[in-house]
């Protein structure tokens, strides 16, 4: 459960050490002015109380259960993982639009980037040398944890009728070679999923096969 009060130091004392030191907000050299039209700062706190945590229509985040006014200063925290973790988290229940929200923003979010003069004529050590590395890389490369990464092959299957289906022309140097010849191998445009798929091979084994299932189970090479 997400909890965003201050618990008490007599019951719950090292949770409320934990939670005292690392999830009060603090409005530093980034936060907006204090408006005192609304009377908060730009994140929205402090907090309005409430007896009772709820998803307000009109707002991207959930309202928490704040009954003291000291709550309306604390980051939603997780109990457990604070203790465990022992610095500066923030839980929340997310709604769809606040959902879709965040994924654009960072989806659509340019990498950083400066103007650096390397003098490193090999290619790889000058990539590393000039590569910008992210806070949690480097957090994660500093503690030696090992750092996994995987990429997922996406390939798209056109399912539209030929007349309406794009296609792309071959490169100058193999246009010239077809010259007059009408021949279907010989047609300036590359070949489309489609194309593949009709073309594969008379072995039993493709008899039956589907379209989708084709480009899954098997790649196609050219010698």
Known sequence: MIQVDVPNPLIEPDLHHLVITFQKYH?????????????????????????????????LRYVYCRTKQEDQIIIPYHPETLLIWRGHINFQYITTNGFV???????????????????EEDSYKKHITARRLGTMELIILLLQYPLMRCSILVLYL??????????????????TEIGDDNNDNKLPYWDDAIDKYFDCSDHPNFHLITYPNYFHDYTIRFK
């Open 101 to 119: 929200k965040y994924i654009t923003k960072y989806v659509t979010k340019s990498e950083p980037s400066e103007l650096f003069d390397i003098s």
């Open 27 to 59: 409005c530093n050299h980034r936060c907006r002015t204090y408006d005192s039209t609304d009377k908060q700062y730009s994140k929205g706190f402090p907090q309005p109380l409430s007896e009772r945590t709820y998803c307000s229509s009109n707002n």
């Open 158 to 175: 056109p399912s539209v009728p030929s007349e309406f289906r794009y296609r792309f022309v071959k490169p100058i140097y193999l246009l």
